[in-house]
């Protein structure tokens, strides 16, 4: 589906006539009433029967009063929806733990109890700090205000309610040329250079108005020994979208979504679909995108978002660097999102990505009807990326001698494989017995290796086929 353009949603029959809604079910219900009420059309039990009820049970047609009713009541609540963006709360709903947004007079909360069991409902959030907390906290009085007059305090609330969310400490007040009590576990608050310290425990701190103070990109919230929110790590962890799409031998493209950079102070968002080819880099979509020298021949690559902060210009480059690539004039951040890797004739191999999985089409027997040549480990180097969780296919082509077979992460301790210690195995020698095998995943190492041992090896030929990787980054 495309994205879909965002029209004015008008609400049905709301020029009808007094007398065509109908109060839903009323006639069924042995008493036609008509209304225009929301609330009243909804509240006989043959609403919430449903057609059946409101239609003799099935036997004949909804009447047009309760279907001008239903598609006005419908139509109302998703305008609602529309004006408001987070609904008012509601006494009689049923709210859920973490996952229920509400606004009262311009502050937005979250849930903090419910369950589906035991929901959240009947609790006024200004008046229930053990249902409801503040998410977004900015005040009714500086809400009135325009962006020209205090833009600072705005900032400086939102930054300290995300705060309090983030670590439980609380304060109270308003910024709005007036006091604020902080407490808990918060001492200072780092907005870029400027510095705010709380004096003592239960002492004020004050914010003088007529100050210009901006918050941007980076905010250090920091609070007392063995508790810190720190907004580095928030980005660190971000990654939304991105997605990596095989288009041919010559390109690929990533798509739109955005990841913090690898320094941790800035967010990359990339607006568009971006296809790269194997070309040297240009900005833009249809593109090279290698960094520096020409493609070379069966390669791993690294893919990054790369960002201009003096222009904002993001766009996407790969490198056989995964971590240091070659980056264009007055480009400065970046973040690995991905990897690709050619073929013999500097092709890139067809892969699926599915979230952070990504498949290769073919899968890769790196190891291919082999006689183990020993009981002993053994190290299988892999067509997959380094230190990532690889997935693969275990054969046994053939079996003389009953054996088990162990394989994994190179930094796991060597130990024989056995019955106890196996990804799969054989328990009845039976000579030219079929092909069978296991899925299984193991990390790989800085090398791109991962190691196989087996019990026995004697006339016993095996595989292990290279399906694909995990890349959590």
Known sequence: MSIL?????KIFGSTAGATETGVIGSEDAGSAATSSNLVTIQSLSQYLAGMYAITGGGAGLP???????LFLLITSQLAYVFQNGIPEYESGTNYYNLISY????????????????????GN??????????????IDSTMAANSDAVAPSQKAVKS???????LTGATFTGTVNGTAMVLSGALSALTFNKLTLTQPATGATLTLADGKTLKVDRSITLRGGVDAAADVTGL????????????ISTTSF?????????????????????????????????????LDTGAIGASALYGVFLIKRPDTGVVDVLYSLSATAPTLPANYTLFRRIGWVRTNGSSQFIQWTQRGRQFLWQAKVADLNAVTPASTNRILLPVTLPPNVEGIFSFVYNSVTNAFW?????????????????AIAGCVTASSGIGAGGVRYTAQTDASSQIYYRVSAFTGNTISILTVGWIDNL
Not at 103 to 119: D, L
Not at 159 to 165: D, E, G, H
Request: hydrophobic share 40%; charged share 10%.
């Open 5 to 9: 353009t965002r029209v004015v949603q």
């Open 63 to 69: 009447k047009i009063e309760d279907i001008n009713s």
């Open 102 to 121: 509400v606004q009262v007079t311009g502050v937005i909360y979250q849930s903090i109890n419910g369950t589906s069991v035991t929901p959240n409902v």
């Open 124 to 137: 006024t959030p200004s008046s229930s700090p053990t249902k409801w907390r503040p998410f977004l906290d």
């Open 159 to 165: 930054a300290l309610s995300l705060y309090a969310r």
């Open 235 to 246: 980005i660190s962890g971000y990654i939304q979208g991105l997605l990596m799409t095989w």
């Open 253 to 289: 493209s990533v798509g739109i979504g955005s990841i913090g950079d690898s320094t941790s102070v800035d967010t990359l968002s990339l607006l568009a679909i971006t296809t790269k080819t194997t070309a040297a880099w240009a900005v833009g979509s249809g593109n090279g995108g």
């Open 405 to 421: 077979v162990d394989s994994g992460w190179t930094a796991l301790t060597d130990v024989p494989a056995s019955v106890t210690n």
